[in-house]
């Protein structure tokens, strides 16, 4: 049973970094991409960051390129998303899951496993 587990979630002031990890388990991790995906009430769940298998290619929305980068150890099961210059804009539960192949997507159709969400809350 493929697990994945945020973590670092919180408040923060608006300016400020914060970085998220998500722990996986119950299948190669390195065999599979890995995104960050937010939601903010009353909005819809939206793209925010993915890597590849090896972390060679990376991708990213725009309202978070310059940002925001996604990491992953694959020896520790962990992708990361370090953020910076965080905007009140970007108060959203945060998920992450696990794609079905190795390359990134940005289409959440494309991963079969998420995450329970860690709070992001990004105070003015």
């Known amino acids: 049973q493929v697990q994945l587990v945020e973590s670092g979630g919180g408040l923060v002031q608006a300016g400020g970094p914060l970085t998220l990890s998500c722990a996986a388990s119950?299948?190669?991790?390195?065999?599979?991409?890995m995104g960050w995906f937010r939601q903010a009430p009353g909005k819809e769940r939206e793209f925010v960051a993915a890597?590849?298998?090896?972390?060679?290619?990376?991708y990213y929305a725009d309202s978070v390129k310059g940002r925001f980068t996604i990491s992953r150890i694959n020896a520790k099961n962990t992708v990361y998303l370090q953020m910076n210059s965080l905007k009140p804009e970007d108060t959203a539960v945060y998920y992450c899951a696990q794609e079905r192949s190795v390359y990134g997507s940005r289409l959440s159709h494309d991963y079969d496993y998420w995450g329970q969400g860690t709070q992001v809350t990004v105070s003015s």
């Open positions: 890597i590849s298998w090896n972390g060679g290619a990376t």
């Open positions: 119950g299948r190669t991790f390195s065999n599979y991409a």
